[in-house]
């Protein structure tokens, strides 16, 4: 890593935990705090039992090792068992109903009696509003802002959840297995020259999308210095039109399989077999990474397949379902590859025809 890049890692790491220690404070054996959504409040001494409501909310209490404090989930949470964290932790679907997904249910949610609900993507209204209804203080992970949760946003959430949930250690230890798995893909690439254009489709985005949805600054990409075909610094997942796909003509096609059954019909479609990608047989399969919103391990799963595709000879000696497997027994607890795979298809070269 070169001098100027370690420094601003410093510097952000830095602005993060002074932002986290800026929003707590101590009174009278009660902690009182002010959320990442700028709400203030007080938390009761002792936390034991936790709901987790809205897209990311339960993922990053699992991330922190917390999930044997949850007293209830979304309905959603067992009615749709795809992501790595519940694969991993099956005995989350057998907790108590606490509402639909998106926020719950404030009667729900009370009669589990948690001492703390924590949310995302929630607006203060609602927030207040169910904190009023049941009378549990509620507190949020980000600012409610839509879109999918980027880095600097996890680095936040699980440093200021912990301070609440007493999982520093954890925390910390997360953060920095993320970054080694973020410069161990920076550095095996870093001066190498792939010299082909690339696209990400099929990128989710409130449920499946086809072909055309994709992402600015997709972070596999970043990280293994590569640029979509289509780049917008003020938007990050969007569809575009196919005319557009057409003339940017990528030689290679990256799908994220939340939307495949979508992709597929797009590919049936005469003017897209056009696309050089389809042509030489040059479309991809990885994992969804957006999935009530983003799935970190995930990302990071895909990033060494993508690597491994692109650069096989500086990834030879890293196996990308084996690379997949130890990240989600580091994020989740549990190596889940093949149970992602059977579900969605797994790290493959796409069919055609």
């Not at 959504?37 to 922190?64: C, F, N, T």
């Not at 209830?72 to 057998?94: D, M, S």
């Not at 489709?201 to 289509?230: C, D, H, M, R, V």
């Amino acid at each position: 890593m070169s001098y100027s890049k370690q420094k601003n890692k410093i510097r952000l790491n830095l602005v993060i935990a002074l932002i986290v220690i800026s929003l707590f404070s101590i009174s009278a054996g009660a902690k009182t705090l002010t959320d990442l959504a700028d709400r203030k409040l007080s938390l009761p001494d002792k936390i034991e039992r936790i709901v987790a409501i809205g897209p990311g909310a339960l993922r990053m209490v699992v991330y922190l090792e917390a999930e044997n404090m949850v007293v209830g989930v979304e309905e959603f949470e067992k009615r749709n068992q795809q992501r790595p964290y519940i694969i991993a932790h099956p005995e989350l679907t057998k907790l108590p109903v606490i509402g639909p997904q998106f926020g719950g249910d404030a009667e729900l949610i009370a009669a589990q009696n948690p001492d703390l609900i924590i949310s995302s993507y929630l607006s203060q209204a609602e927030m207040n509003n169910l904190q009023a209804k049941t009378s549990i203080p509620v507190i949020s992970i980000n600012d409610g802002s839509p879109g999918s949760m980027t880095e600097a946003e996890l680095k936040m959430a699980l440093k200021f959840l912990a301070e609440i949930l007493n999982k520093n250690d954890r925390a910390e230890e997360l953060i920095n297995i993320f970054d080694q798995h973020k410069n161990e893909l920076k550095s095996r690439t870093s001066n190498l020259d792939l010299g082909m254009n690339v696209y990400i489709g099929g990128i989710g985005n409130k449920g499946a999308q086809g072909i055309t949805s994709t992402e600015a600054n997709y972070p596999p990409f970043e990280y293994l210095g590569l640029n979509n075909i289509i780049e917008d610094d003020k938007k990050s997942n969007f569809t575009i039109s196919k005319e557009r796909l057409l003339l940017e003509n990528p030689e290679l096609i990256f799908i994220d399989q939340g939307g495949i059954e979508l992709v597929e019909q797009d590919l049936k479609r005469e003017e897209f077999k056009y696309l050089k990608a389809y042509q030489e047989n040059e479309i991809y399969q990885l994992l969804p990474y957006n999935h009530y919103t983003t799935n970190f391990a995930t990302m990071l799963a895909n990033s060494y397949f993508i690597a491994e595709t692109l650069y096989p000879e500086a990834f030879k000696m890293l196996e990308a379902k084996e690379k997949a497997n130890q990240i989600y027994k580091q994020f989740v607890g549990q190596p889940v590859y093949s149970e992602m795979a059977e579900i969605f298809g797994g790290f493959k070269k796409m069919k055609l025809n």
